[in-house]
């Protein structure tokens, strides 16, 4: 069973940066990890996926060009480098996780484990 930890959420200004992490315990090395957001009042929505070794990204195009995934699999870490946030991207950010020997993929109901969120408000 793996368990997800997010941290690093918080609030910031338009233009402004925050860095996602999210802890795993249980192994994740073979595992795609994706980043999912829920903006206020609105459904889940795929933001960022890596496949197990890192080769691998996918961006909704919301975020391409302004975030970054990736991956330390020795720390059992994923990130998330945001950059020149805006108040769009203000959501609850949530750290997934496929089953190992899975594909990463766009689709939020395909991943198997989730953590608790972690709340990013951006102002304007």
């Known amino acids: 069973q793996v368990q997800l930890v997010e941290s690093g959420g918080g609030l910031v200004q338009a233009g402004g940066s925050l860095r996602l992490s999210c802890a795993a315990s249980?192994?994740?090395?073979?595992?795609?990890m994706a980043w999912i957001r829920q903006p206020p009042g609105k459904e889940r929505e795929f933001v960022a996926a890596?496949?197990?070794?890192?080769?691998?990204?996918y961006y909704t195009d919301a975020v391409k060009g302004r975030f970054n995934i990736a991956r330390d699999n020795a720390k059992n870490t994923v990130y998330l480098q945001m950059n020149s946030l805006s108040p769009e991207d203000t959501a609850v950010y949530y750290c997934?996780?496929?089953?190992?020997?899975?594909?990463?993929?766009?689709?939020?109901?395909?991943?198997?484990?989730w953590g608790q969120g972690t709340q990013v408000t951006v102002s304007s």
């Open positions: 997934a996780a496929r089953r190992p020997l899975t594909t990463a993929t766009m689709k939020v109901d395909e991943y198997n484990y």
């Open positions: 249980g192994t994740i090395n073979l595992s795609p």
């Open positions: 890596i496949t197990w070794n890192g080769g691998s990204t």
